[in-house]
């Protein structure tokens, strides 16, 4: 049984009217998935991450202003959603749920967060809808684990990984790859130990041996002790804030590739579902569900 990880506070979140996040995406994939036959036992809770040990690794100032709903308008619409309890209560136990994926990555080997992918946070600010790194944070807590020394942070989001970027790059011991749309958010990219950014409307085939090569690549050079992939869909051809055009079975080939490489060569991974953002949020969880799939969730 793949251990997945989902919060009902993962939807929670007053929103105005016609805002583009699909905050009711990670329930309906907790329905989904129950419908499909998972038990409810395959389900871990995560615990909201501790503000104090956020303070030590991101900028104190920044995080003690997010936590109070004192940080300055602009840098809360840079953000994208407006300030209240909720989102900063929904953040911390989404990130908690991020870490907890990864310490039961590390014990059974794959483990699924329902959420997740805040890959825009920065350690002083938040932006694109992402306020705390939890891809990084997850890094350092399977860092601090007996004889892991080495994490690929493998970003497949259709968005650069920019956060995820800038944190890690003075940390010899944490790798990013991000494979991302070339010509969208964010406009002024980071460097990722490897980049590779797509033209508009690349399909499956140059996409995926995209992927194959970058991750090949990566595992090969940096030879990691584990994996945090973010599988986001917002590649798909119907996304709302994508420029690509994978087909739903070349989300399947993506993530299958993903993870069956790391099963080969034995490497725990710590999945996160990523962005995606179609207002039809039916046909967005049919996207999403790939990564649950390719993993033998169902
Ligand atoms: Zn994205």
Redesign the pocket.
Known sequence: MIPLVFHPIYSILDLPVRHRFPIQKYQAIHTALRQFGVPEASFHQPQAVNIESLKSVLNPLYVQQLTTGTLDPKAMRRIGFPWSEQLIERTLTAVGGTILTSQLALQTGKAINLTGGYHHAFANFGSGFCMVNDLYLSALNMLQQPNIDRILIFDC???QGDGTAKLAERNANVKTVSIHGEKNFPHRKQISDYDFPLPKGTTDDAYLETVDSALNLAVNIFQPDAVIYDA?V?VHEDDD?GHLCMSTEGVYARDKLVLDLCEQKGLPVAAVI??GYQRDIDALVKVHLQLFKAAGVY
């Open positions: 989001d259709v968005h986001g917002d804030l990523g962005g």
